[in-house]
């Protein structure tokens, strides 16, 4: 498989809970994106690296979040002291190059219970 | 935030039709795309527009681009059952730090 893959799929967290996501984005993208989407909107911008480099945070992504790409390779997302407005779905999306598409994979659909 | 809203937010037509879907955005952009996707699943890119071009196709996509207007349109030709999902139209804003802003979505259905 040559897409991009994210794991877990699904997560159910209790309310104050820390979560970790991971994505394995294609091996020849340098760049790499995470979103986060709720129900009927369109993806919302988190953040982007390229290679290792944490270029852009949003305003979105409170100090309760950090992301890592450690090695320019896979990244994590993680989410400290969860609250149910964090419950969405969390997309990671990578790329070669800025005039070409992104790729996204399948996402991580957090519950905060 | 949002930066483009997707014009009609939902659409109904039957399989063989054609489907016409508007995005209209509010900053400068390098490019714009279009996205599709299926429920619950990840986005799959379809095409890319760069701002000095004004028409674009891939198989049975059409899609235009008025940078003047700020608007962008979807066109999908004789549908198909499988078109059934929802559409984003993303931008890449000039100085934006090379990321999409995604619109709001227009979620197709097309029916037997």
């Given at each position: 498989d040559t897409g991009v893959s994210q794991n877990p799929r699904h997560k159910i967290t209790k309310r104050g809970q820390n979560v970790t996501f991971r994505c394995d984005p294609i091996s020849e993208h340098n760049r790499l994106y995470w979103y986060r989407q709720t129900l009927g909107q369109g993806p919302e911008f988190l953040t982007y690296f390229q290679n290792e480099a944490q270029l852009e945070k949003s305003r979105l992504l409170?100090?309760?979040?950090?992301?890592?790409?450690?090695?320019?390779?896979?990244?994590?997302?993680?989410?400290q002291r969860t609250e149910q407005g964090d419950s969405a779905m969390y997309l990671c999306a990578s790329s070669a190059q800025a005039l070409y598409g992104y790729t996204f994979g399948s996402g991580t659909r957090l519950t905060v219970v | 935030s949002q930066q483009g809203e997707e014009d009609p937010q939902a659409l109904s037509i039957q399989e063989g039709e054609n489907a016409t879907m508007n995005c209209s955005y509010k900053t400068s952009i390098n490019n714009l795309q279009w996205y599709r996707q299926n429920s619950g699943r990840g986005l799959v890119h379809l095409i890319l527009i760069r701002s000095n071009e004004r028409e674009k196709h891939s198989g049975r996509l059409r899609v235009t681009l008025d940078t003047s207007k700020k608007s962008s349109s979807l066109l999908i030709t004789a549908s198909r059952a499988a078109d059934t999902a929802s559409y984003f139209c993303a931008t890449d804003s000039t100085g934006g730090g090379n990321k999409l802003t995604f619109g709001t979505g227009t979620q197709l259905k097309v029916e037997l």
């Open positions: 409170s100090d309760r979040f950090s992301a890592e790409r450690p090695k320019g390779s896979f990244s994590t997302l993680e989410i | -």
